[in-house]
T-cell receptor, first 115, second 112 residues
Framework: DTGVSQDPRHKITKRGQNVTFRCDPI?????LYWYRQTLGQGPEFLTY????????KSRLLSDRFSAERPKGSFSTLEIQRTEQGDSAMYLC?????????????FGPGTRLTVT | DQQVKQNSPSLSVQEGRISILNCDYT??????FLWYKKYPAEGPTFLIS?????DKNEDGRFTVFLNKSAKHLSLHIVPSQPGDSAVYFC???????????FGTGTSLTVIP
């Protein structure tokens, strides 16, 4: 397995357009997380899936954001009616949830620029 | 509100010396703490973790110390190597592991 992959790596879009990002986790990982990271900040939690169930969602997450994980494999994050404030790096991470540390494996991220 | 804080944006250390990165948190209910390293254009990479029931965990050159009374943890890297130059994030989570809280990161530069 080559690790967590994300597609696309870069996305430039105009304000008001919809965008969708894809994350392919490590195959045996049942836990999947989405984060947003802006310059000078750490990753900010957006949402969490265990298999196909979305179990946690940030209170700060706008209703323009939606995520899915059909069949508990890959996941998509969609942003509707993008705003300039949505410009950020969007990171996906996966883990097995086994053991005590919940060690996460991160993908390389999708950098979104909203013009 | 920022529940995990890293107050030092940057740190420079000579090769071979000790690097100490600090992290403070506000929520005493956190169960696990983790450290991640991030190189430019890559996602964060897990380094080491510690349970709230322990005060020290060691893995090779990396040791994490937890002081629950002070709500403070630190990462020690000994000896520091130029390849350790990266941004280091601390993170915390509860027992469920459903949500993680990250600090703002400390950029470590190890000078050869």
């Amino acid at each position: 397995d080559t690790g967590v992959s994300q597609d696309p790596r870069h996305k430039i879009t105009k304000r008001g357009q919809n965008v969708t990002f894809r994350c392919d986790p490590i195959s045996e990982h049942n836990r999947l997380y989405w984060y947003r990271q802006t310059l000078g900040q750490g990753p900010e939690f957006l949402t969490y899936f265990q298999n196909e169930a979305q179990l946690e969602k940030s209170r700060l997450l706008s209703d323009r954001f939606s995520a899915e994980r059909p069949k508990g494999s890959f996941s998509t994050l969609e942003i509707q009616r993008t705003e300039q404030g949505d410009s950020a790096m969007y990171l996906c991470a996966s883990s097995t949830g086994l053991g005590s540390a919940y060690e996460q494996y991160f993908g390389p991220g999708t950098r979104l620029t909203v013009t | 509100d920022q529940q995990v804080k890293q107050n030092s944006p940057s740190l420079s250390v000579q090769e071979g010396r000790i690097s100490i990165l600090n992290c403070d948190y506000t929520n005493s209910m956190f169960d696990y703490f983790l450290w991640y390293k991030k190189y430019p254009a890559e996602g964060p990479t897990f380094l080491i973790s510690i349970s709230s029931i322990k005060d020290k965990n060691e893995d090779g050159r990396f040791t994490v110390f937890l002081n629950k009374s002070a709500k403070h943890l630190s990462l020690h890297i000994v000896p520091s190597q130029p390849g350790d130059s990266a941004v280091y994030f601390c993170a915390a989570t509860f027992d469920t592991g459903n949500q993680f809280y990250f600090g703002t990161g400390t950029s470590l530069t190890v000078i050869p």
